[in-house]
């Protein structure tokens, strides 16, 4: 096991831009999730996959996000016209069914 | 609504201590439950899972399942400078629209002092 993987690590952007993060769940397992956490918050769900389906996401996941997972096996998270209030760090786990998550390093987003 | 609730601390006890960490969660129909470390800056790492009411140890850690209480807690024996950090306690529930997304408590954070 290689861990969860993501990409990049930090990333600063401008109000208004578009972003891209990638997630590299542990090889095998099946669920991959995309969290949100903000500071001195725990990590909030955003959405989940099985396989290559999206089987469910939170109300905290607006129009202007998208996720996907397409050949079942690495994930995206793409964020449009960013705003302020994105700023947090955007943590993917994975797991095999219904097992115990494993977590990323994150991806820490700074609009500015 | 699903909540965890913690206590945000700071919890601060002397090196060697047992430090004891609480978790309750509103929903009875709860599943699993976790414990996850955090330190500053970085990502949850697992800690302890438990499914059944009572305790469950490893090596200096044991975590605690009440639930008819609807409380989970961890206890950390012997403390040491580099247990300091955020504690953050997950539930999951696997039932209805929801299946297996954990739900966090904001976390407690621990300071250890030497």
């Known amino acids: 096991d290689t861990g969860v993987s993501q990409d990049p690590r930090h990333k600063i952007t401008k109000r208004g831009q578009n972003v891209t993060f990638r997630c590299d769940p542990i090889?095998?397992?099946?669920?991959l999730y995309w969290y949100r956490q903000t500071l001195g918050q725990g990590p909030e769900f955003l959405t989940y996959?099985?396989?290559?389906?999206?089987?469910?996401k939170s109300r905290l996941l607006s129009d202007r996000f998208s996720a996907e997972r397409p050949k079942g096996s690495f994930s995206t998270l793409e964020i449009q016209r960013t705003e302020q209030g994105d700023s947090a760090m955007y943590l993917c786990?994975?797991?095999?069914?219904?097992?115990?998550?494993?977590f990323g390093p994150g991806t820490r987003l700074t609009v500015l | 609504q699903k909540e965890v609730e913690q206590n945000s601390g700071p919890l601060s006890v002397p090196e060697g201590a047992i430090a004891s960490l609480n978790c309750t969660y509103s929903?009875?129909?709860?599943?699993?439950f976790f414990w996850y470390r955090q330190y500053s800056g970085k990502s949850p790492e697992l800690i302890m899972s438990?499914?059944?009411?009572g305790d469950k140890e490893d090596g200096r850690f044991t975590a605690q399942l009440n639930k008819a209480s609807q409380y989970v807690s961890l206890l950390i024996r012997d403390s040491q400078p580099s247990d300091s950090a955020t504690y953050l306690c997950?539930?999951?529930?696997?039932?209805?629209?929801?299946?297996?997304?954990?739900?966090f408590g904001k976390g407690t954070k621990l300071s250890v002092k030497p």
């Open positions: 786990a994975s797991s095999r069914t219904l097992d115990t998550q494993y």
């Open positions: 090889s095998e397992h099946n669920r």
């Open positions: 996959f099985q396989n290559e389906a999206q089987l469910e």
């Open positions: 929903d009875r129909v709860s599943q699993s």
């Open positions: 438990i499914y059944s009411n």
């Open positions: 997950a539930v999951k529930w696997s039932y209805g629209g929801s299946q297996g997304n954990l739900i």
